[in-house]
């Protein structure tokens, strides 16, 4: 079977605000206030805790500091699993792309660099866990995007041929993940994420989940 394999950050989903909001739990945590802003620093949100940490600490004037980024990143974790869907939404058409692709014969996964417990969790809340047949997070192997393992074991356990896929994603891990698994890539350029997509050569760029269907078919033909 082909499979169709996505990035859950800022390519299904918008999850930047509860992700900046979860950091700034930690810096009132500090005494230092809301240090991070949800729409100037989305982007950074989509790379992790811990990039948002160094983010913080950084204009804290304490860039070296990553002994408070360790103490303060499961104070994150935490904080963020307590409010993990208040602000996160899924992009517009993405559900009805993901049933089309499985009306088309295709199996559809999840990859993402999210630990598996907090990816479960935000999908269960969104409803749309179940439309998706494998999911695999930073945690699930011993090694996470870019290395193409992860993508390799989700299209495996959607019930597919590993090199028969196409990863769904917003960011140079996503695209360095394809290209070491010798796969196409597709980049979404409506993500928080930002900058120049077409910059990274994917094998397409989607700017409407509507096109999703058709890209699909023409790049596993």
């Known amino acids: 079977m082909k499979t169709v394999i996505f990035d859950l950050d800022g390519t299904l989903a918008d999850t930047s605000g509860d992700l900046i909001a979860a950091a700034n739990t930690c810096f009132r945590d500090m ?3 809301d240090i991070l802003n949800a729409k100037l620093d989305a982007g950074t949100a989509l790379r992790g805790g811990r990039a948002m940490l160094r983010l913080g ?15 303060y ?4 974790l935490e904080a963020y699993g307590t409010a993990i869907d208040v602000h996160t939404q899924i992009y517009p058409r993405a559900m009805d792309a993901v049933e089309q692709l499985k009306v088309n ?3 559809v996964g999840i ?13 269960q809340r969104l409803g749309v866990r179940d439309a998706f047949a494998a999911l695999v997070g930073a945690d699930t192997l011993s090694v996470r995007k870019p290395d193409p393992e992860p993508l390799f074991e989700t299209a495996r ?4 041929d590993p090199m028969k896929s196409v990863l769904i994603g917003d960011s140079d891990t996503d695209r360095n993940t394809a290209k070491a698994a010798g796969v196409p890539c597709v980049l979404v350029t409506f993500g928080p994420a930002g900058g120049d997509m077409a910059a ?11 096109d999703l269907p058709q890209i699909v078919d023409r790049l596993l033909a």
């Open 31 to 33: 005494g230092e206030g």
């Open 57 to 71: 600490m950084a204009r804290l004037g304490r860039p070296e500091d990553l002994a408070t980024v360790d103490l």
């Open 73 to 76: 990143y499961p104070i994150l």
């Open 105 to 107: 014969g295709y199996g």
């Open 111 to 123: 990859c993402t660099n999210k630990p598996e417990g907090l990816a479960e969790t935000l999908l």
């Open 157 to 160: 356990r959607a019930g597919g």
């Open 200 to 210: 990274l050569s994917p094998e397409a760029l989607l700017q409407d989940y509507a």
